[in-house]
C-alpha cells in the first residue's frame, strides 16, 4: 500500500490528475458525454504514458466526468447520465432559487464524502467484497427495482399520489419499446429507429431539459427587457458557496447513511450508481422528519446531498467486481478494464494476491481523483454558476442546442432529434397540467432492469413466483421497500394517537 | 464552461467587433479546409454500427489504432452509426454508397443472424464483403465448483433433465450466445428445444449470473471468459473452435469432446455494393500487411482475440455456410419467423 | 350531467389523465398485437404480459383520477377551483409565440441537419434562437452563434477525434472544388 502511495505522489502523476479532472469536468458538462464516453476519448490520449500515470490520468477524468454531470443536472436540469438524474429532482430547483453556487457546493461535498466513505469501507472490506458482490441474483435485483420505486413517493404531495403514480407507469410504459430480453420487437411499428429502444439520454433531455427551459420561456413575457435584466442582475448569492453549520450538520448523517448504501449497491454488478442515488434519494426522503419532508423536490439540502453522495460511493464500490473478479458490472467499468487492460493490468482475483502494487495504486489514484476534484473545483464554482446569469435569450437557445447535440453524439441520428423534440413538447404539456416529470424518467430508467430482471427470475425459477418467499435476499428486500411504503403512514398514525392522548406529552 | 466563454464573448464582440471577425473567418476558414477532404488513398474511414465503447467499437478502433500507428494507413476515422441493431449503418452505407470510397464498415457474426431472423432486411449480399480479420470462438464454462469436468458430463445431467443445467449468454435470446449453445446441443445429439437459455445484458453481467449461482453453464465469447479461466474462478469446459487455440490450449475442442460442431465468430469489414475492385484489394492488402506489425500482436494478445484472415470469395463463401447452419438451427428452435412474417 | 361532463376538461388534473387514457388505451391495443415466443420456456409471463398489465394499472389510475369528481362532491362539481382558473388566466398570457416559434425552430434544424451538417445547422439554430428571443443586434447573435458552434466543432472533431456530419450542402460545395 505504502508503495501505492509512493506511485501516486510524483509531481507528473499529480499534474496528471488535474489535467483529468479538468479534462472530464468539462466533457461531463456537456450532456451525452459522460463517464463512458470521457474515458472512451482519453484512451488514445494515454498511450504514450506509463500504465501508473495513465490510470491516474483516467481516475481523474473519471470523477471529473461523473462530477460535470451533477453540474448540468444542477445548473440546466440536463441530467446527461442516468446516475445524476437524482441529483437534479433537488439541485436544480435550488440553483432556480438564486442558489447555484450552493448547490454545486453540496454537491462537490457530499461526493467527496460519498467517495471518502466508499474508499476506507474499500480498504477495510476487501477480502470479503468479492464475495457479497456475487451474493445478489436476478430476483433479488428485481426487489431492489421495486425499493427504488418507493423514490417516488418524494413527488407525491398533497392530491398527487395518483399523478406520481401514473407518470411512472407512463415512464415503464416507454421502457418497453423495442427488443425485449426474447428477442421480440415490441411497439416499434416497423420503425428501425426504435429497434433498440428510446434512449436514457432522448427521454431526460426531452423531459428534463427542453421542457423546462421552454417553460421558463413561456411563463416569461416577450420582449420585456427590464424585467429580464433585473433577474439577470448580479445575485451575491449566486456564487456563493456558502453552507451552514447547522446545514452541515443535518446533512452529516444522511450523507453518511447514503454513502453507506451506495457503497455497497455500487458494490453489486447488477445495481449501479442509478439505483444507488435513487434508493438513497427515496431512502432518506422517508427518513427525513416532516418539515424537511416538505422541502425535498423544492431544493433540499439533504435531497442534494443523499444522492450525490450515494452515487460517488457507488461508483467507487463498482470498482470491486471489477478488481476482485475482472468482471464490468457497467458500462464505465466495461471501458475502465479496456483501459486497465491496454495498460497491461489484467483485474481479476489474482490482481490482489499477486501485484497488490498495482491493485492499491489503482484503488490510491481513484481516491486522489476525488481529492483533487473538490480542490480544483471549489474555485471554479462561483465562475461556473455564473452561467446562469446569462441573458435568458442567450441561455435558453444554447441550453437547447446543447440538449440537442448531446442527443446526437450519441446515435447520430437525427431521427432521435426528431423525437426528442416531439416528447419535449408532450412532455411541456404534462408540466403545464402539473404533472411530475421526474417519476416518468425514473420509471424509465428502472423498468428496463425490473422487466429483464424478473424475467430472468422466473426463467431461473422456472415460471414460479416463488423466489418472492422462498429466497430469503429477495424477501427482505421487498420486504424493506413495502415497509418504505408504509413508514410515512405508520408516523401519521402515532402523530394522530398522540395528539388524541394528550396526556402522553 | 464554453458557454461562459460564449457569453463574455457575446459581450466582447459588441465591444471590438474587429477582432472578433479576424476571429470568426479563421474558424471559418479551418472549417471549409477541415471540410475538404485530403486526395484519397492513404484514408480510410471506419463505420461502426453501434455506439462508443461496444464490440464492434473496440474492434475497429483496435484495428484502426493498429494501422495508422504503423503508418499502413495515414489517417484512420470513426463514425459511429448506431440503431436498429446496426441495420442504420448498412443502409447509410447503400444509400451514400457513391460517395464511399474510402469507407469499411466492421460487423461480426450477429449481422447473418439478424438478417435470417428478420430484424433487418438487408444481408451481408447487400454489402461488398472485404475481409475478415478477428476470430473469437464461443466457449462453454461452469463455476470452478461445479461437479462438470467436461462437455459430456453436461450434456448427460441435460438429457436427464434439462432444467439442470440452464444457460446463461450476454444477449437476447435467438442471438448469438444462444443459438451457439442450440448448435452444440444439437450436435451432441440432445434435443436443442428443451434448451434453457437465459439472457442477461451483457457478457460480464452472464458470468456474474454463472458465479452467482443462478445458472450452471455460461455460454460466452472465449475472448470475455478467458481472463476468468485463467484466474481460476470458472472453468471453460469445450470452445468451439475446430482445433485447440494457442491461448489456452489445454482447454479442448468440442469436436474433441465427441461433439462435431465448430463456430467462428468472425469479426471483419465490409464496404458500400458496388465498390471497386482495387479499393477493395488494397485494403485486404494493408490489412494482411498489419498482422506482422508489433502494433496489432499486442493489441490482439490483450483482447483474446485470434488472427482469422479470409478474403475476397473465401469470406463470401465463408459466410454463405455460417448462414446455412444458422438457418437450419433457427428453423429448428422455432425461432426463425415462418416466410418473413408480413 | 352536462355540468359533470364539463368538469372533465376544466381541471388540469383531469384534463392530463384524459390525456394518459387515450395513451394507455392505444396501448393497450398495441400491446395485444405483440408477438409471443412460443418457445420461450414455459413460463406465463411472456412478452405480452408485462405491456398489458402496464396499461391496464394505467388505465385504472386515470379512471379514478377522472371519475371520483362525478361520484363524489355531488353539491356543485363543475365549478372549477380557484387554482384551476389561475392556471387558464395564465396560459392565456403565457408567452406562446416564443415557445412556438422555438419549438418550430427546433424541428426545422432537426430536419435540416442532414443537409446543413453540425457546423451550420447549430450556427443558424442558435442564431435564429438568439433574435427569436429579443437579441436586437443581428452582428452580435452572429458573433455568439459562430463562435460557439465553432468551439464545440474544433474540440469534438480535433481534440476528442469524433465524427460530426459535415451536412450535404457543404459536400456539394467541397464536392465542386476538387
Keep these: 500500500m505504502l508503495i ?49 500515470s495513465g490510470m491516474i490520468l483516467m481516475a481523474g477524468v473519471y470523477y471529473g466526468a461523473v462530477f460535470g454531470g451533477s453540474t448540468s443536472a444542477i445548473l440546466i436540469n440536463a441530467p446527461g447520465v442516468s446516475a445524476a438524474v437524482a441529483t437534479s429532482f433537488d439541485g436544480y430547483p435550488m440553483a432556480n432559487r438564486g442558489y447555484a453556487g450552493k448547490a454545486l457546493a453540496i454537491a462537490a461535498y457530499s461526493s467527496y464524502s460519498g467517495g471518502t466513505i466508499a474508499a476506507v469501507l474499500l480498504i477495510a472490506l476487501v477480502p470479503f ?22 423514490a417516488i413517493a418524494a413527488f407525491s404531495g398533497k392530491g398527487q399520489v395518483l399523478k406520481a403514480i401514473m407518470m411512472t407507469l407512463l ?69 456563493s458557496l456558502k453552507v451552514t453549520g447547522s446545514e452541515f450538520k443535518e446533512m452529516a448523517t444522511p450523507v453518511s447513511r447514503s454513502s453507506i448504501v451506495g457503497f455497497f449497491v455500487g458494490v453489486l454488478p447488477g445495481a449501479g450508481a442509478t439505483i444507488a442515488s435513487f434508493l438513497a434519494y427515496g431512502m432518506e426522503r422517508n427518513l427525513a422528519k416532516e418539515s424537511q419532508q416538505q422541502e425535498f423536490g423544492k431544493g433540499s439540502n439533504i435531497g442534494l446531498a443523499a444522492p450525490e453522495a450515494a452515487n460517488n460511493a457507488a461508483s467507487t464500490g463498482s470498482f470491486v467486481p471489477l478488481l476482485t473478479l475482472g468482471i464490468p458490472g457497467s458500462a464505465t467499468t466495461a471501458i475502465m478494464l479496456g483501459a486497465l487492460l491496454s495498460y497491461g493490468i489484467q483485474p481479476g482475483p489474482r490482481l490482489y494476491v499477486d501485484y497488490p502494487t498495482v491493485f492499491w495504486s489503482v484503488i490510491i489514484s481513484m481516491y486522489l481523483g476525488n481529492v483533487v476534484l473538490l480542490i480544483l473545483n471549489l474555485p471554479l464554482i462561483p465562475y ?36 426528442m423534440v416531439m416528447v419535449g413538447a408532450i412532455a411541456l404539456v404534462f408540466r403545464l397540467l402539473n404533472f411530475p416529470l421526474a417519476p416518468l424518467l425514473l420509471g424509465f430508467i428502472l423498468g428496463d432492469m425490473m422487466e429483464d430482471n424478473l424475467r430472468r427470475a422466473l426463467l431461473v425459477w422456472d415460471g414460479s413466483f416463488a423466489f418472492m418467499w422462498q429466497r430469503p435476499q429477495t424477501a427482505i428486500i421487498m420486504l424493506m421497500a413495502v415497509g418504505m411504503l408504509l413508514l410515512p403512514m405508520l408516523r401519521s398514525l402515532v402523530a394522530a394517537r398522540r395528539r388524541s392522548m394528550p396526556g402522553l406529552d | ?72 494507413i495515414d489517417v484512420v476515422s470513426y463514425e459511429n452509426i448506431s440503431g436498429g441493431s446496426g441495420s442504420r449503418a448498412i443502409s447509410h452505407l447503400i444509400e451514400t454508397a457513391a460517395r464511399q470510397d474510402n469507407t469499411l464498415m466492421i460487423s461480426s457474426s450477429p449481422i447473418i443472424l439478424s438478417s435470417l431472423r428478420g430484424v433487418f432486411v438487408q444481408s451481408f449480399r447487400d454489402l461488398t464483403p472485404v475481409a475478415a480479420v478477428v476470430a473469437d470462438y464461443g466457449a462453454f464454462a461452469v463455476r470452478s465448483d461445479s461437479p462438470h469436468r467436461d462437455w459430456r458430463s453436461v450434456v448427460a445431467a441435460y438429457e436427464d433433465d434439462p432444467r439442470s443445467v ?68 470458472i472453468r471453460i469446459l469445450a470452445i468451439t473452435a475446430p482445433e485447440p487455440v494457442a491461448a489456452a490450449e489445454a482447454v479442448p475442442t468440442l469436436i474433441e469432446q465427441g461433439a462435431d460442431m465448430s463456430f467462428v465468430n468472425w469479426r471483419g469489414f465490409f464496404a458500400a455494393p458496388g465498390f471497386p475492385e482495387e479499393r477493395a484489394q488494397y485494403y485486404v492488402e494493408r490489412l494482411q500487411q498489419m498482422f506482422a506489425t508489433e502494433q496489432w500482436q499486442t493489441i490482439r494478445a490483450t483482447r483474446g482475440w485470434d488472427d482469422l484472415f479470409l478474403s475476397g470469395n473465401d469470406f463470401y463463401q465463408f459466410l454463405e455456410q455460417q448462414e446455412k447452419d444458422l438457418d437450419a438451427v433457427l428453423i429448428e428452435l422455432g425461432l426463425k419467423p415462418a416466410v418473413a412474417s408480413q | ?76 362539481p363543475s365549478t372549477p377551483d380557484d387554482a384551476t382558473e389561475q392556471f387558464y388566466d395564465g396560459l392565456k398570457r403565457a408567452n406562446w409565440r416564443q415557445v412556438v416559434s422555438l419549438l418550430i425552430l427546433m424541428l426545422l434544424y432537426t430536419f435540416t441537419f442532414q443537409w446543413l451538417g453540425f457546423f451550420l445547422g447549430g450556427a443558424s439554430f442558435l442564431f435564429c434562437g438568439f ?23 474544433l474540440l469534438l472533431t480535433q481534440l476528442f477525434g469524433l465524427f460530426l456530419d459535415s451536412g450535404e450542402l457543404l459536400r456539394i460545395l467541397s464536392g465542386l472544388s476538387s
Design chain 1, 129 to 150: 467484497l468479492a464475495r457479497i458482490s456475487l451474493s445478489f441474483q436476478s430476483s433479488d435485483y428485481f426487489a431492489m427495482m421495486l425499493f427504488g420505486c418507493t
Design chain 2, 166 to 233: 440452464k444457460f446463461a449468454g450476454g444477449s437476447a435470446r435467438g442471438s448469438m450466445d444462444h443459438m451457439v449453445s442450440a448448435l452444440a446441443i444439437k450436435a451432441s445429439g440432445a434435443d436443442p428445444r428443451q434448451l434453457r437459455y437465459i439472457p442477461y445484458n451483457a457478457g460480464g453481467q452472464a458470468i456474474v449470473g454463472l458465479l452467482s449461482g443462478e445458472t450452471q453453464l455460461l455460454s460466452t465469447g472465449f475472448s470475455e471468459a478467458r481472463a476468468l479461466h485463467e484466474q481460476g474462478e
Design chain 3, 131 to 153: 433574435l427569436l428571443l429579443g437579441e436586437r443586434s443581428y452582428f452580435t447573435a452572429a458573433i455568439v452563434a459562430l463562435a460557439l458552434v465553432g468551439t464545440m466543432w
Design chain 2, 1 to 72: 464552461m464554453c458557454t461562459d466563454q460564449a457569453w463574455s464573448a457575446a459581450r466582447q464582440g459588441s465591444r471590438y467587433p474587429v477582432g472578433m471577425t479576424c476571429r470568426l473567418s479563421l474558424i471559418l476558414l479551418f472549417i471549409l479546409s477541415a471540410a475538404a477532404p485530403p486526395a484519397a488513398a492513404q484514408r480510410l474511414h471506419l463505420v461502426i454500427p453501434g455506439g462508443a465503447g461496444g464490440g464492434w467499437d473496440s474492434t475497429a478502433r483496435g484495428v484502426g489504432e493498429a494501422l495508422s500507428r504503423s503508418g499502413l
Design chain 1, 4 to 52: 501505492g502511495l509512493q506511485t501516486a505522489f510524483t509531481p507528473l502523476n499529480i499534474f496528471m490528475v488535474f489535467l483529468g479532472c479538468f479534462a472530464g469536468t468539462f466533457i461531463g458538462m456537456l450532456p451525452g458525454l459522460g463517464p463512458v464516453s470521457a474515458i472512451a476519448l482519453m484512451i488514445p490520449v494515454t498511450y504514450g504514458l506509463d500504465p501508473a
Design chain 1, 171 to 239: 415512464g415503464l410504459m416507454l421502457a418497453t419499446i423495442g427488443e425485449d430480453p426474447s428477442g421480440i420487437q415490441r411497439f416499434t411499428f416497423g420503425i428501425t429507429d426504435l429497434y433498440d429502444g428510446l434512449s436514457f439520454l432522448l427521454l431526460s433531455m426531452a423531459t428534463f431539459a427542453l421542457a423546462e427551459a421552454l417553460y421558463v420561456i413561456l411563463q416569461s413575457s416577450p420582449g420585456n427587457d427590464k424585467a429580464e435584466a433585473e433577474s439577470a442582475s448580479p445575485d451575491s448569492q449566486i456564487g
Design chain 1, 384 to 419: 461556473i454558476a455564473k452561467i446562469l446569469q446569462m441573458p435568458r435569450r442567450y441561455l435558453t437557445p444554447i441550453i437547447l442546442f446543447f440538449s440537442l447535440m448531446g442527443v446526437y453524439l450519441v446515435s447520430f441520428n437525427d431521427f432521435d432529434l426528431q423525437m
Design chain 3, 1 to 76: 350531467m352536462a355540468d359533470r361532463l364539463k368538469s372533465l376538461i376544466d381541471n388540469k388534473s383531469r384534463l392530463g389523465s384524459l390525456i394518459l387514457l387515450v395513451f394507455a388505451c392505444a396501448y393497450l391495443r398495441a400491446s395485444l398485437d405483440v408477438q409471443i415466443d412460443m418457445t420461450f420456456g414455459e413460463e406465463s409471463f411472456n412478452s405480452r404480459t408485462m405491456p398489458i398489465a402496464l396499461a391496464v394499472a394505467s388505465i385504472a389510475c386515470a379512471l379514478v383520477q377522472l371519475l371520483t369528481p362525478l361520484i363524489g362532491q355531488s353539491s356543485d
